[in-house]
């Protein structure tokens, strides 16, 4: 029988227990060993809630541990570096949420340390796993699309739309120098690069705070310096050229997240708001809506 995959989490917040339900449900190889938040109680009800037997204040304790093989890193922005450099000179492979760190330097390191000590370094972009994207990324490969002349989309949500919202994301202290492109951006950047096999190799942006003050209900009022919205112009290695548009002030939108890829032969469209569809379009035929299904799909998904 082979021995299961000793896993410890580094966080016990949304994304923490997302992640380690998920384990849970779909994984039989992996074991779940310790939770480590410097918020005792919230690591204590998510490790009684799920049956984790061990819970500690100090994420030290499950570096250290030689019985831990993967670390999950689901801290704030600005822990993702610290905690993942450390895991991986323990030996440690790791998961983390991303940004992988807030800064290209930092994530230049730890991609560097990951290669040399033979470490799994990951990053949960976790939108490349819908069906209709995983499909999306066969019909390019395969070239249905021919070569790719264009890209667009947007995310957008209404988080953020009120002078009185606020949370830890508008707090460079911990979320870095970026809001809405680090925390929404990140994603869709990486759907496109993914999917196209091509990266990005040139950028414009234009970047602006509409609410540089915000006034949440009994807190002291603070400055915000991050962006809110943030509009940019992309350019792939194979020459395509896109744009993208990102903010937490669109009233009404939740996850609106749009990706349009049009080619020399057809155009690719996803949205959301409509995960299980995917629009083909093409110039000499009918326009097609793929649903999500096994027997349509491509084998490869």
């Known amino acids: 029988m082979t021995e299961k995959i000793q896993v410890a989490f580094v966080g016990a917040g949304m994304m923490a227990a997302i992640q380690l339900r998920q384990l849970l449900r779909l994984y039989r190889d992996v074991e779940i060993v310790a939770i480590a938040d410097t918020n005792l ?3 204590e009800a998510l490790a009684e809630e799920t ?6 204040e100090d994420y030290r304790d499950l570096i250290t541990d030689s019985g831990v093989d993967v670390i999950h890193n689901c801290t704030p922005n600005h822990l993702h570096h610290p905690i993942t450099l450390e895991a991986l000179q323990a ?6 949420e991303k940004p992988l760190a807030t800064d290209f330097e930092d994530g230049q390191e730890l ?16 939108y490349r796993y819908y069906p209709m994207l995983q499909e999306a990324a066969a019909r390019v490969q395969r070239r249905d699309l021919g070569d790719i002349l264009m890209f667009t989309g947007h995310w957008l949500e209404d988080s953020l739309l009120y002078p009185t919202d606020y949370c830890w994301r508008l707090n460079s ?11 929404l951006g990140s994603h869709w950047f990486d759907l496109v690069q993914w999917i196209t096999g091509e990266r990005i190799v040139e950028v414009i942006a234009d970047l602006h705070t509409v609410l540089d003050r915000r006034h949440p209900t009994g ?5 915000v310096d991050l962006v809110d919205i943030g509009s940019i112009m992309l350019k792939l290695e194979g020459g395509g050229r896109g744009t ?5 002030m669109a009233a009404g939108r939740k996850c609106a997240i749009d990706l349009q890829i049009y080619g020399s032969e057809q155009g690719l469209t996803w949205q959301h708001d409509n995960a299980p569809k995917l629009w083909i379009g093409q110039r000499d035929l ?16």
């Open 41 to 43: 109680q919230a690591a």
């Open 51 to 56: 049956g984790i037997p061990s819970v500690t």
């Open 91 to 96: 030996g440690k492979h790791v998961f983390s």
């Open 111 to 126: 991609w560097e340390v990951a290669s040399e000590l033979n470490r799994e370094l990951g990053v949960d972009f976790c």
């Open 173 to 183: 202290a911990y979320t870095g120098p970026s809001n809405a492109l680090a925390d």
């Open 219 to 223: 807190q002291p009022e603070p400055v």
């Open 244 to 248: 993208f548009l990102a903010s937490k």
């Open 286 to 301: 009918p326009n097609q809506v793929l649903e999500e299904s096994p027997l349509l799909q491509d084998p490869s998904t």
